[in-house]
């Protein structure tokens, strides 16, 4: 599992203080489930390892970043948003990684007036992250939505709950799917 070895919150800290939520996608039950605890994300058998994760920080309550991850047999694309006190969202920093063509793209943007803008884009090998030339080929890769407020995650029933250190034994599911997150061509 890829976020096993993060350090989690104390699941008894109190909302004042920080808090991580790991959440995971349950496609065969239609689920999105939180977890508070490494103890309960650890259960999740390894053979279902999951293609969507995403982990939200919290300070008093209140949502301040959420990074989504997206895995495939060759690509990885971390999505690590920057939240303000309002839910809205104020950058996005995006890295996808393309296995078997070794490359790196990271695009870092900023949100203004409702709209996404990119402030910066950059190719590089995925090993020693030399920059290279853009991949023609890969440049529509990884276009996947990008969401304005925090409340815009499908997730966001869990996201909203600001004691998420009450739920039972440290998991909490609530209906739902990542598809919101997916790109689809047009």
């Known amino acids: 599992m890829f976020w096993i070895g993060v350090s989690m919150a104390n699941p008894s800290a109190s909302a004042q203080e920080g808090s991580r939520i790991f959440i995971l996608e349950v496609p065969q039950s239609g689920l999105l489930c939180g977890y508070t605890t490494e103890r309960e994300w650890a259960k999740i058998p390894q053979e ?20 989504v991850e997206r895995l495939t047999e060759d690509t990885a694309i971390y ?55 853009p991949d023609k080929d890969l440049a529509d890769l990884g276009k996947t939505p990008i969401m304005l407020r925090a409340r815009d995650f499908p997730f966001s029933l869990l996201v909203a709950d600001r004691h998420p250190e009450r739920w039972l034994g440290g998991t909490r599911c609530v209906p739902g ?8 061509q047009k």
Do not use: C
């Not at 279902?48 to 990074?67: E, H, Q």
């Not at 104020?90 to 996404?116: F, M, N």
């Open 48 to 67: 279902k390892n999951p293609t969507f994760v995403a982990v939200v920080d919290s300070t008093s309550g209140i949502v301040s970043s959420i990074l």
């Open 79 to 133: 999505d690590e948003y920057s939240i303000d006190r309002n839910g809205n969202v104020r950058q996005l920093k995006r890295k996808l990684d393309v296995i078997p063509d070794r490359i790196t793209r990271e695009e870092t943007w900023t949100i203004r007036g409702g709209s996404a803008v990119k402030t910066s884009e950059s190719w590089m090998e995925y090993k020693t992250h030399r920059p290279i030339d």
């Open 177 to 184: 799917n990542m598809d919101k997150l997916e790109w689809t």
